[in-house]
């Protein structure tokens, strides 16, 4: 599977799609990231569309570039993330003070110790929360990143490869349900 192959198998309606696969996923395109970084986020993104084929594309592509710690944080960003942006939506929701006073009595160890440069897990967790919608998850990932010192082009570049990956992911669901 090449990234090539990725983008053939999308239709045709989503060529911008395909051309921006094709631009993100590079140094060029996703300026203030490693290539580490890069394929690490588009890992992340990848579990979080919830198109497993999807995903093994985007793994076997991205093993090229990660170690097998990256590997297993950007699926636990995923998993993680997947379960704390429900959580913490519902705080948001519900616009009830007394739920942001009871401990959230919910593990979350990887986060602590995710494996890799804590900063790379935060890159992570920002952009599968700005797939799954969790405005105070993406408001306090962003925060940690830009105090650590990263720039907001590196940001930026982090959530232009979600929403692309994540669109990429639905189209070839869509296509192949089609």
């Known amino acids: 599977m090449t990234l090539e192959n ?7 309606y989503a060529r911008d799609l395909k051309l921006n696969l094709g ?3 590079t140094p060029a395109g996703a300026p203030g ?4 970084q890069i394929w ?10 919830r198109n497993s084929a999807f995903t093994r594309a985007i793994e076997a592509l991205a093993l090229a570039h ?3 710690a990256h590997v297993q944080a950007a699926h636990a960003a995923a998993a993680i993330m997947g379960m704390n942006n429900v959580y913490y939506r519902f705080l948001h929701l519900v616009e009830d003070e ?4 009871l401990p959230a009595r919910l593990r979350m160890n990887v986060i602590g110790n995710p494996g890799i440069d804590k900063f790379d897990f ?4 920002l952009a599968v929360s700005v797939i799954n919608g969790c405005g105070t998850c993406v408001i306090a990932h962003e925060r940690q990143l830009r105090q650590h010192g990263t720039s907001r082009e590196a940001i ?3 959530v232009r490869i979600a929403a692309t990956v994540h669109a990429v992911a639905r189209a070839a669901e869509a296509s192949k349900a089609a």
């Open 23 to 25: 631009t993100v996923l």
């Open 40 to 49: 690490a986020v588009a890992l992340a993104c990848a579990a979080a569309s």
């Open 98 to 101: 007394e739920y942001k006073q």
């Open 6 to 12: 990725i983008r053939d198998s999308l239709p045709d």
């Open 156 to 158: 930026q570049s982090a």
């Open 66 to 68: 990660l170690d097998a």
């Open 122 to 125: 935060e890159l992570l967790s």
């Open 33 to 36: 990231l490693s290539e580490r």
